[in-house]
Nanobody, 124 residues
Framework: QVQLVESGGGLVQPGGSLRLSCAASGRSFSTYAAGWFRQAPGKEREFVAVISWNGRTDYADSVKGRFTISRDNVKSMVYLQMNSLKPEDTANYYC??????????????????WGQGTQVTVSS
């Protein structure tokens, strides 16, 4: 069992930056892939970024070059550094963890555990 708690959301102006954090508790978190997803009002939850158990990263095209995912397995933390934020980045951001290997980690069903989310609002 893994519990995930996100933090770091808030209101930021376009062009600004935020760093989201996800604190994980439970055994063997270092063996899990960790992903970030987001959901805007009236829209489906979508993939943002993932970091696998071996440190490989992948990003949605909409955030490539602006967002960076990282993890600290000693602290059981996952981070999402978001730069050059745009109004269309406004959403509730969720952290997820999954133990399956050789699956498409951009899919929601690749993940076993989810946090409650943290709201990011990009507006002037």
């Amino acid at each position: 069992q893994v519990q995930l708690v996100e933090s770091g959301g808030g209101l930021v102006q376009p062009g600004g930056s935020l760093r989201l954090s996800c604190a994980a508790s439970g055994r063997s978190f270092s063996t899990y892939a960790a992903g970030w997803f987001r959901q805007a009002p009236g829209k489906e939850r979508e993939f943002v970024a993932v970091i696998s158990w071996n440190g490989r990263t992948d990003y949605a095209d909409s955030v490539k070059g602006r967002f960076t995912i990282s993890r600290d397995n000693v602290k059981s933390m996952v981070y999402l550094q978001m730069n050059s934020l745009k109004p269309e980045d406004t959403a509730n951001y969720y952290c997820a963890a999954g133990s399956r290997r050789y699956v498409d980690l951009s899919r929601l069903d690749a993940y076993d555990y989810w946090g409650q989310g943290t709201q990011v609002t990009v507006s002037s």
